[in-house]
């Protein structure tokens, strides 16, 4: 199966077979992870036809994005971008690219009905027609997006590597990737990634999870976190017979564009939310087990302290040390017992 014929199937079945969520016959391209209770009012204000053709299958969007500049790959009809849009305020900017027209054709139809609906006096929305192997084509230069987002499209990629080194090119230093996708637990047999029905539904294109960790890694991306994840119900007995083998959740995964180490170190360094990010004064949620109380010191390995220390996040966090004292390998322990000084918390 080459790489075109892969990109004609993936179009055809979203420019052609799909016309609602109603016509998927998996869980795959369902939002089995539950959205974040501070995102769920903005449902709201997107557009029904959007909504009713939604085929995300978690919700990639972080906070503390004003007035940035987020790119999503793989938009489809645009719901994200539109939750983005309003996220990001009328000073920042959100870059769609997607490569089959008729999802876009959706998106495009309703730029100004959101722009009116969040009283911007235009719309902070660019739509890119473009294969996410080729951002270069899209116009997208080095090192010129603050978010990088994606929902549930990766995974239909046949040039996964390609894909994420484009990525790294176009995040500003600092920058971050946030994202969610099927992931599998194993590798899939070429023989059932070659199949339309299963490549189209977001299951046999699946990374098995250490898979897309090596791959991050060669390229220089060495700790990618995951935010939450879900196991996704296979739904239909004849696909089941087919992959039921395989064990697949959607994971939200964040990584940044930053020179980290590929294990966590202890450097005695030390992270106090400050209750800043807009929407979010109780907590902040880094990852599955770091959760920042607001107020509370906690102790955080080297990758930790310089993704909060190096990113967006500076300004919302208080952070003490550096790295002139090694104390050997971060003492890994579990979320609940990350939540002070004396513990540490880390992957
Ligand atoms: C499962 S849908 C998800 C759409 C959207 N992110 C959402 O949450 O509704 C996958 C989308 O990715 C697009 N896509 C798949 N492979 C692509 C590629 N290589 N380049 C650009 N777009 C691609 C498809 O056209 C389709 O719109």
Known sequence: MTEATTHEDVRHYYGDVLRSTRDLKTGA?????????????????????ITDRFYGCGSPL???????????????TGRDVYLLSRL????????GVDMTPEQLAVAERHRDWHAQ??????????LVEGQIERLDACGIADASVDVVVSNCVLNLSPQKDKVF????????PGGELYFSDVFADRRIPAALRADPVLLGECLSGALYIEDF???LGQLGCAD????????????????????????????????FRLDLEDRCEDYGQIATYRGSAPTLPHAF???????????????????????????????????????????????????????????????
């Open 29 to 49: 391209c369902c939002p089995t992870e539950s959205m974040p209770a501070w995102l769920r009012p903005l449902l709201a204000d997107i557009h029904p036809e």
């Open 62 to 76: 972080p906070p503390a994005v004003e007035g940035m500049t987020v790119l999503d790959l793989g938009c489809g």
């Open 88 to 95: 990001v305020g009328a000073e920042g900017q959100v870059i």
């Open 117 to 126: 609906r969040y009283g911007y006096a235009e719309s902070n929305v660019r």
């Open 165 to 172: 080194a484009e990525i790294l090119r176009v995040l500003k």
């Open 213 to 215: 960790r090596r791959m």
């Open 224 to 255: 990618a976190r995951c935010v939450s994840q879900a196991p996704i119900p296979l739904l239909d007995p004849a696909i089941e017979a087919r992959i039921g083998m395989v064990g697949f959740r959607s994971m939200t995964m964040r990584a």
């Open 285 to 347: 949620l880094l990852d599955d087990h770091h959760r920042f109380e607001t107020g509370r010191p906690m102790r955080v390995c080297g990758n930790t302290f310089d993704m909060l220390a190096s990113s967006r996040f500076a300004r919302h966090f208080d952070l003490h040390g550096d790295k002139r004292n090694h104390f050997g390998l971060f003492d890994c322990a579990s979320a609940a017992a990350g939540t002070d000084v004396t513990n540490g918390s880390c992957c």
